[in-house]
């Protein structure tokens, strides 16, 4: 049973910065791309970040120059920084793992996914 883990989340003002992380436990690590999604309330779920085994990064356009996604593959662990966060940014983030093909962006591509942690930024 694979078991992703999200820390790092909470409440911080605007311009501020969190890092959240992802632990994943289970099985391999390798050859998965992690993602990050995040979800506000009444709003769908929406692609934030991307990393592939290879390391290769993508973002959405909303994020792209203030959020950096990595990922620590002898740790199994999948990082995303925020940096000059935004009220907009508010929602509960999920990392998510997935060995399928297709674009990062799809949460289809997706086969296990944690649990949440809530970003809050206050203006």
């Known amino acids: 049973q694979v078991q992703l883990v999200e820390s790092g989340g909470g409440l911080v003002q605007t311009g501020g910065s969190l890092r959240l992380s992802c632990a994943v436990s289970g099985r391999t690590f390798r050859g998965y791309t992690m993602g990050w999604f995040r979800q506000a309330p009444e709003k769908e779920r929406e692609f934030v970040a991307a990393?592939?085994?290879?390391?290769?990064?993508y973002y959405a356009d909303s994020v792209k120059g203030r959020f950096t996604i990595s990922r620590d593959n002898a740790k199994n662990t999948v990082y995303l920084q925020m940096n000059s966060l935004k009220p907009e940014d508010t929602a509960v983030y999920y990392c998510?793992?997935?060995?399928?093909?297709?674009?990062?962006?799809?949460?289809?591509?997706?086969?296990?996914w944690g649990q949440g942690t809530q970003v809050t930024v206050s203006s």
């Open positions: 998510a793992a997935g060995g399928g093909v297709g674009s990062v962006g799809l949460s289809t591509r997706y086969d296990y």
């Open positions: 990393i592939k085994w290879s390391g290769t990064p």
